[in-house]
């Protein structure tokens, strides 16, 4: 029963710092897509996985702070397909990186110190598919300049 339910709440800092301490997997990068935005999470069946991270997360996807380009990058492993979405509120710059697909959903979440520009990090997951952390940090390594330790402007780009 602990095990099912540890999944309601986000994970504590030194646990998602040492997910993204995990080895680098092989994907490869497809095609942007236009994808939901983080306020229309649940409307659907489809987006329900990526709701209930983002509450589980503690966060409000009706929050009117929330930024968005309505676009994600899709991307290949292992043949299967994922969707990896970012978004950040506006006036702090804190931010989601979530990867899903029909089922599981993984995210993190950088809550950005404005005096120093730490970051201090949550993450949580819904469903089975334990690779996504894997997949979102060779993402995010190798095609952005995104740190879990220090929040940089414009670092969803890669320098």
């Given at each position: 029963?602990?095990?099912?339910?540890?999944a309601l709440y986000a994970e504590s800092s030194k646990e998602c710092m040492?997910?993204?301490?995990?080895?680098?997997?092989?994907?490869?990068?497809?095609?942007?897509?236009?994808?939901?935005?983080?306020?229309?999470?649940?409307?659907?069946?489809?987006?329900?996985?990526?709701?209930?991270?983002?509450?589980?997360?503690?966060?409000?996807?009706?929050?009117?702070?929330?930024?968005?380009?309505?676009?994600?990058?899709?991307?290949?492993?292992?043949?299967?397909?994922?969707?990896?979405?970012?978004?950040?509120?506006?006036?702090?710059?804190?931010?989601?990186?979530?990867?899903?697909?029909?089922?599981?959903?993984?995210?993190?979440?950088?809550?950005?110190?404005?005096?120093?520009?730490?970051?201090?990090?949550?993450?949580?997951?819904?469903?089975?598919?334990?690779?996504?952390k894997f997949i979102l940090n060779s993402y995010l390594k190798?095609?952005?300049?995104?740190?879990?330790?220090?929040?940089?402007?414009?670092?969803?780009?890669?320098?």
């Amino acid at each position: 029963m602990f095990l099912n339910s540890s999944a309601l709440y986000a994970e504590s800092s030194k646990e998602c710092m040492s997910y993204w301490n995990l080895p680098i997997k092989k994907i490869e990068v497809l095609e942007e897509v236009e994808c939901e935005d983080i306020w229309n999470f649940g409307k659907d069946k489809s987006s329900l996985n990526r709701l209930q991270v983002v509450n589980n997360l503690n966060l409000k996807t009706k929050n009117s702070q929330w930024l968005s380009t309505g676009q994600c990058q899709k991307i290949s492993y292992d043949k299967k397909i994922y969707n990896i979405y970012n978004t950040e509120y506006k006036e702090y710059g804190h931010n989601i990186w979530l990867i899903y697909d029909e089922k599981n959903a993984f995210a993190y979440f950088r809550k950005i110190n404005i005096k120093d520009q730490s970051v201090v990090l949550s993450c949580n997951e819904v469903g089975q598919n334990k690779e996504l952390k894997f997949i979102l940090n060779s993402y995010l390594k190798n095609n952005t300049s995104v740190s879990m330790e220090k929040y940089k402007a414009n670092d969803w780009y890669k320098e």
